[in-house]
């Protein structure tokens, strides 16, 4: 059986055995008038006014997008926004970009991201997680995370967030509060609401937003500056908008979790011996770091001492900025990582990825196929998958007579479990 799985920006194909069980997201099509949709999706929101009625004209205004990262179909979406804030001068206009604690992006990502237009006309500012200047404390969460910001963010008179909503391997969904935090928060908060503690909590984990603690305290964060109002979007696995919310934050993000939860969650009736999973191809398998997530995804239906089979390009490498590989390298075993992060006092940039990759790798074995060389995958502590589809054989035999073989082609675009 052929097999088609997302890796990179032209995939690739694999041949696998015709007994094995793919498992897939529910397939959406596309919104035939995306424009139209998101328009009247704006003009007639959820639980608030329009947005052209709730702006003000004397108003400063803080749009929070998505970084390189994400496959938001944002060179759609915010043309649409910006013309609904046609009455906003441009001037009085900021475009955040939620990055996180990851790396700004560049001129040309930006461009590809949002068009050459926005770029050209309107002021757009990587959030800096890093920069003390640039963030401010506005208090701290009922759980004592200390709270802190992006100045533009903060500061401004009216906050929107725009984002695409899809299952998160700790956060619950992507989405709605995610795009203030840790979209827009300063590294002091982001390593608190990653902690050890909350990253270890077996209710933060894929699809659950109420009683997550690590959602909870997202949610709290967010409504400390207050969100006027939020634009989130569902996509297929061709980037196309497949349904749009907007207006009061918390009612669209429910909605289109809602959405999200039945298209991309597939229940399985047992554990597999070896799965073979993707990171959903470009852009989320740019570095290894963002890959844990597709290996998070297979985590779900592997069996105790099973084996996990990860394609993703990594084109951004490992990467080079972050901690994450410094991490990995400075302890030679998933037990001594996960014994560093549980340490008093330990605050590290990345630790919540390496905690994860860890709890993984506890469970079972690890191959990554990629464009890496053999010594970084090594050093990262997984094993090297030069040829997947031998891998995956040799695996198989390894597990014995009646071994069983599951494929996530999308990788954590599906986030299956075990019903």
């Known amino acids: 059986m052929r097999v088609q799985l997302a890796y990179g920006r032209t995939g690739l194909v694999v041949e696998v055995p015709d007994d094995a069980i793919v498992i897939e997201p529910t397939y959406v099509p596309g919104l035939p008038d995306e424009t139209g949709a998101l328009v009247n999706a704006m003009r007639h929101p959820l639980g608030a006014s329009s947005l052209r009625r709730a702006v003000g004209s004397g108003q400063t205004v803080a749009i929070s997008v998505c970084d390189v990262t994400r496959p938001m179909p944002s060179a ?118 990653h902690g050890a503690r909350l990253i270890g909590d077996p209710r933060s984990t ?127 075993s998933p037990e001594a990582l996960l014994e560093m992060i549980a340490a008093p006092g330990y605050a590290h940039r990345d630790q919540w990825q390496v905690q994860l990759q860890a709890q993984i790798q506890q469970r079972a074995r690890v191959y990554v196929k990629s464009g890496l060389p053999a010594d970084q995958i090594e050093a990262a502590h997984f094993i090297p998958a030069d040829d997947v589809e031998q891998t995956v054989v040799e695996s198989l035999k390894r597990h014995g007579p009646g071994s069983t073989l599951c494929i996530l082609p999308e990788g954590p675009q599906t986030i299956p479990y075990v019903e």
């Open 76 to 193: 759609r979406v915010m043309p649409v926004v910006l013309k609904e804030l046609s009455g906003i001068p441009d001037e009085r206009i900021v475009i955040l970009i939620a990055t996180g604690t990851h790396r700004a992006n560049t001129d040309a990502e930006l461009r590809e991201m949002l068009g050459d237009e926005i770029v050209d006309r309107y002021r757009v500012v990587n959030h800096n997680a890093f920069d003390a200047e640039t963030n401010m404390h506005v208090g701290e969460t009922t759980g004592g995370i200390p709270v802190s910001l992006d100045r533009e963010w903060v500061e401004s008179d009216f906050k929107i967030t725009t984002g695409f909503v899809e299952p998160h391997f700790f956060a619950g969904f992507s989405g709605g509060p995610k795009m203030v935090a840790p979209g827009l928060a300063a590294f002091e908060t982001t390593v608190e609401l």
């Open 206 to 332: 894929w699809g659950v937003t109420k009683g997550n603690p690590i959602h909870d305290a997202i949610r709290e964060i967010a409504a400390m500056t207050g969100v006027d109002f939020s634009v989130d979007v569902t996509i297929n696995r061709d980037s196309r908008i497949t349904s749009v919310y907007a207006g009061e934050m918390l009612q669209v993000h429910a909605a289109a979790c809602d959405v999200s939860r039945r298209i991309a969650m597939q229940g399985v009736r047992e554990r597999f011996d070896v799965v073979l999973t993707t990171n959903s191809g470009y852009p989320l398998d740019q570095n290894l770091y963002q890959c844990v997530k597709g290996m998070s995804a297979a985590s779900q239906i592997v069996r105790d001492g099973g084996t996990i089979v990860c394609a993703g390009e990594c084109s951004d490498g490992i990467p080079a900025h972050g901690e994450y590989g410094k991490l990995l390298a400075s302890r030679d």
